[in-house]
């Protein structure tokens, strides 16, 4: 048993008012109804209205002073009967389970995970893996051809490197281990997904690891062949048309196209060629037409006309 | 159940006066049967909770009424967030642990 006066933070000269005073705060931060989460509250607070009793009476306190008691003395008078505390009835185990609601320890437990560790540290049970997080990110097309490196910003400011890899397909999952939200009670954080929406490109089109593309050629490179220059994913390619070549004509750029992630080698370029007539009136190439006699007329339509 | 008369004493420093004020407060509500004022437990220890508060921290007597009422309050909202935890418990896991990843953000930055 603690030296009363000990226990009140007193001097053994303190006057009645000084114990009263002692008592009166001790009492306002360790009664236990108004500590409902404090284990220590309901000890603690015997423990202060014990030396409480026995130094508020100068009888009892003087012969505490003459050594006639000890501290202990002071507990086993019959003047104050331990009667229960408000928040056995309003807070206890037995409030709970009348209910149907779990344990106090099921509380505590939810408290402590869901607003850190004010309630208690954490125990092993608690530890949990981070959620996970997905985000979409958008790609520009060529981006998503031959590979880049993003870097995203989070509604909460946190930033996160993204590397695309070449030849990334459209729905193509990335996944940043460890980005994503932080664990519980020392568990190891959640991973972040991201989605690569890829955005479609003004000509180019994406089959498998090939491209396609439509190419617009003159009348005359097209009559007479030219070289000609064409944009691939990587870069400008010059080529050559072949004469006679027309609308619908498909020539290749043999590994002009995206790299396999799985094989590493390149796809192809397929071009498709569309023949267009001068945009500008040309009347030197209507007055041949009108002189024209073709060596083998042509009849397009014979398969459309029955 | 106890009577008045045994309630006022075996409670230290309780006054008659006090407990009646109280009970016409609605700060402790005891069953009349009989005649007679009855206390539950739960009761008894609600009046040595006022008493406590009245005497010992002295808080006034207009004052009491706002004390007693925001304790109510603590405890009723507990009961509610046990309630909680219990319904929370009973989901799988993973529900668990996004119930708890959904409250991380709103709680101060750790």
New interface residues.
């Given amino acids: 048993m603690k030296d009363p006066y000990e226990t009140l933070g007193l001097q053994k000269t303190a006057t009645d008012a000084q114990i009263k005073a002692a008592f009166k705060k001790l009492a306002r931060k360790y009664h236990p109804d108004l500590r409902p989460d404090d284990k220590t509250a309901v000890a603690r607070f015997k423990e202060i209205s014990a030396a409480n009793d026995l130094l508020k009476d100068p009888d009892t306190r003087r012969r505490f002073d003459a050594g006639e008691i000890d501290a202990s003395g002071a507990e086993q008078r019959p003047e104050r009967p331990q009667q229960p505390f408000y928040r056995d009835f309003a807070d206890g185990p037995g409030h709970a389970a009348q209910d149907g609601f779990a344990d106090a320890a099921t509380m505590e437990e939810f408290l402590a995970r869901a607003f850190g560790g004010q309630r208690g540290s954490a125990r092993d049970g608690m530890r949990a893996r981070g959620q996970d997080v997905s985000y979409a990110l958008p790609v520009a097309f060529l981006d998503a051809a031959t590979g880049a490196a993003r870097t995203i910003t989070l509604q909460d400011g946190k930033t996160l490197q993204v590397t695309i890899p070449e030849g990334a397909e459209d729905r193509q999952m990335l996944r940043l281990k460890g980005q994503g939200m932080p664990g519980y009670g020392g568990g190891p954080p959640g991973d972040a997904y991201v989605e690569l929406h890829i955005e479609p490109h003004a000509f180019f089109q994406r089959k498998d690891d090939n491209i396609h593309v439509d190419i617009p050629v003159t009348l005359r490179e097209a009559v007479l062949g030219a070289r000609i220059d064409v944009p691939t994913v990587s870069g400008t390619v010059a080529m050559t048309i072949p004469k006679g070549s027309n609308t619908g004509t498909v020539l290749r750029l043999r590994d002009r196209g995206l790299r396999n992630r799985k094989t590493a080698l390149r796809g192809h370029q397929f071009i498709t060629l569309r023949v267009v007539l001068p945009a500008a009136d040309e009347p030197a190439l209507a007055a041949f037409l009108e002189g024209w006699t073709p060596k083998h007329p042509d009849t397009p339509r014979k398969e459309m006309l029955t | 159940m106890i009577r008045m008369d045994d309630l006022l004493a075996?409670?230290?420093d309780l006054r008659p006066d006090d407990l009646s004020r109280w009970i016409g407060a609605a700060l402790v509500t005891p069953q009349a049967q009989a005649g007679e004022t009855l206390f539950t437990?739960?009761d008894?220890?609600?009046v040595?909770?006022l008493c406590?508060l009245r005497y010992?921290?002295?808080i006034e007597e207009d004052t009491l009424p706002v004390v007693v009422s925001l304790?109510?309050q603590?405890?009723a909202t507990?009961?509610q967030?046990?309630?909680?935890?219990?319904a929370?418990?009973?989901q799988d896991a993973s529900v668990q642990?996004?119930?708890?990843?959904a409250?991380?953000?709103h709680?101060a930055t750790?």
Avoid: F, G, H, M
């Avoid at chain 2, 967030?81 to 219990?86: E, G, T, V």
């Avoid at chain 2, 642990?97 to 990843?101: H, Q, T």
């Fill in positions: 075996t409670t230290t437990e739960p008894c220890a609600r040595q909770l406590t010992t921290l002295e304790i109510d603590l405890y507990r009961a967030l046990r309630a909680l935890a219990a929370v418990a009973s642990i996004e119930i708890v990843a409250l991380v953000p709680t750790r």
